[in-house]
């Protein structure tokens, strides 16, 4: 029976590829969605074929990876992590629907996360910091830099739907809206016109109980949003809230939202036709962070972390194709979507690392 330790430290967390390339900020929202667990000696901690969703950290102990197809298996161990273990973590045999089947040969620890919601994290983090970096075409809003509201956004898991290539349109959309001190922004029951982020400025946010007690009362600062009723499709505000301070708004109109819901056109390939493409000279490009990359880069590919990928796509050859892969194709279809607006052919490995069989590239399972 397995035993579940909730929250891990930060240094531990840290440790594990690929959340320890985040901000800080991402690290400490994703801490309370791991979980360790404590695992007896001939547990099975997932079978060959199946599709959890998960990611898993192998933290202290050892376990046997073995698969039907192969007679052959394969041992990992790590020492305990207060002692001699690695100061880098990656997952085990991370692959939907997985390829192999993992058993405990000892007692273990491990960490689980939703993968999921990981891939959310280092997509948007990745990518938020890829576009507010110095660079041409950088976005601005009416009230400030790329910078400012790529901080804000980064917060936001509301913004978690929005497919990665669109997040450069997301700072266009958003308008800037001044306030005065006392201002009412949003009343409860009334019309809700859109989602706001508070740029600078505090608020407090109310909402009636029907008489069941007082008014719970929410304090908001820069970088806190409100209005997802409004993005949800709800016609009418949840919650009153009333400027403390005079401050800037960011506003995205339900309209915007919707739009950029919308996933972009992008040239997606099956991996038999990203194979027979790169037979025919199309270059395989690795967006993923360098440490990822390590064990699993496809033959003759080019590694192209996506937070490098602003700063050096205009030196990319115009006469090349390229095909931009990542672990589940979130951050290659946002490096394939940079691409294409400088005028490059790029294409994106549908599915991503996880969706291609064991015969694939460089796929063993240990």
């Known amino acids: ?96 629907p997985r390829q192999v089947s993992a058993m405990a040969v000892t007692d273990l620890d491990i960490l689980r996360i939703d993968s999921e919601l990981l ?44 497919p990665p290539p669109n997040l450069d349109l997301l700072g266009m959309r958003l308008e800037s809206v001044a306030v005065r001190a006392g201002q009412v922004v949003a009343r409860e029951g009334e019309d809700a016109d859109g989602y706001y982020l508070v740029e600078n400025g505090t608020a407090v946010m109310t909402c009636e109980t029907d008489g069941n007690g007082p008014a719970d009362v929410t304090m908001l600062g820069p970088g806190t949003g409100f209005g997802e009723e409004s993005l949800s499709g709800e016609d009418r505000w949840h919650a009153s809230v009333t400027m403390e301070t005079r401050g800037t708004l960011l506003r995205l109109a339900r309209r915007h939202f919707l739009a950029l819901r919308r996933e972009p056109p992008l040239n997606w390939l099956s991996p038999s036709e990203a194979m027979s493409m790169t037979e025919s000279g199309a270059i395989w490009l690795d967006v993923r962070a360098l440490e990822e990359a390590s064990d699993s880069l496809l033959p003759g590919a080019y590694r192209l972390p996506l937070d490098m990928l602003c700063q050096v796509a205009d030196g990319l050859d115009p006469h090349n194709a390229y095909i931009c892969y990542c672990n589940t194709g979130r951050r290659s279809s946002a490096a394939a979507h940079i691409l294409g607006q400088r005028g490059l052919r790029a294409y994106v490995l549908a599915g991503g690392l996880r969706g291609t069989s064991a015969g694939f590239g460089r796929t063993a399972p240990c």
Not at 18 to 24: F, K, M, T, V
Not at 42 to 62: C, H, K, N, P
Request: net charge negative; aromatic share 4%.
């Open 1 to 96: 029976m397995t035993e579940i330790e909730c929250v891990p430290g930060s240094e531990l967390i840290q440790a594990l590829q690929p959340i320890a390339a985040l901000s800080i900020l991402r690290i400490e929202e994703l801490k309370p969605l791991c979980h360790i667990e404590h695992i007896p000696a001939g547990m099975i901690l997932f079978r060959e074929g199946e599709t959890d969703y998960q990611t898993v950290y192998l933290l202290r102990g050892e376990i046997v990876l073995s698969s039907a197809k192969d007679e052959d298996s394969c041992m990992l161990g790590v020492a305990d992590m207060a002692g001699n273990a690695p100061k880098t973590l990656c997952p085990i045999a991370d692959k939907q």
């Open 119 to 162: 891939d959310i994290a280092v997509t948007w983090d990745t990518l938020a910091g890829c576009l507010a970096a110095p660079g041409p075409n950088r976005f601005r809003t009416d009230s400030g830099s790329a910078t400012s509201w790529m901080g804000m956004v980064r917060q936001c898991l509301v913004f978690r739907h929005i």
